[in-house]
């Protein structure tokens, strides 16, 4: 079993849907979660970033951690064409030990969002 | 300012070569991390290094090293390549260690034949 499981979609939907993804995690000492989102051929770009459970918001976009369920989500308001790209969650458990810096992704979601 | 910066872009290589990847963090910015991305998954961390020292190590073999140098740039080393090395390779600057905010290069693009 993957440490982070995503749903790799692919996820299609109208402009201006609200868009939803999902992560769910199984090792406890996570406590950093970021959302990233790369375009094709392109590196991650940090999108999100929170630490421990609760929401965060910037813009359209809403992050939310339940440390409970093991389970991060990203809403996406009204969706744009633009917004169009694999979505990849990402989680770490801090410095200590040999996890020291260390990102765990899950294996992305593939969004298009069509006029 | 610019971003975190990765060369070459993309290479071909042959099984059993060697690679030199290299990567320039964020000015300001003292740790880099190396990634693994094979197509449609995510990232898998290799290395994290921080003060030109190793700070963590990923699920690879002793054929992938890695150094940090005093402007605290770095170089990722792959020994006697693989089919399997084929993948994105993807550096990650951050403004410390500990911290985890890490910010993508757009990647190296290596191509093993």
């Known amino acids: 079993q993957k440490e982070v499981e995503q749903d790799p979609g692919p996820l299609s939907v109208p402009e201006g849907a609200i868009v939803s993804l999902n992560c769910t995690y199984s090792n406890s000492a996570f406590q950093y979660f970021m959302w990233y989102r790369q375009y094709s051929r392109k590196g991650p770009e940090l999108l999100m970033y929170?630490?421990?459970?609760g929401n965060k918001e910037d813009g359209r976009f809403t992050a939310q951690v339940d440390k409970s369920s093991k389970y991060i989500s990203l809403f996406i308001r009204d969706s744009q064409p633009s917004d169009s790209a694999t979505y990849l969650c990402a989680m770490s458990a801090g410095a200590g030990g040999t996890s020291y810096g260390k990102l765990t992704f899950g294996q992305g979601t593939i969004l298009t969002v069509h006029p | 300012d610019a971003g975190v910066t990765q060369s070459p872009t993309h290479l071909i290589k042959t099984r059993g070569q060697h690679v030199t990847l290299r990567c320039s963090p964020i000015s300001g910015h003292k740790s880099v991390s190396w990634y693994q991305q094979v197509l449609g998954q995510g990232p898998q961390f290799i290395f994290q290094y921080y003060e030109k020292e190793e700070r963590g190590r990923g699920n690879f073999p002793d054929r992938f090293s890695a150094r940090q140098f005093p402007n605290y740039s770095s170089e990722l080393n792959v020994n006697a390549l693989l089919l399997g090395d084929s993948a994105l390779y993807l550096c990650a600057s951050s403004w410390s260690g500990g911290y985890n905010e890490q910010f993508f290069g757009p990647g190296t693009r290596l191509t093993v034949l």
């Open positions: 929170t630490y421990s459970s």
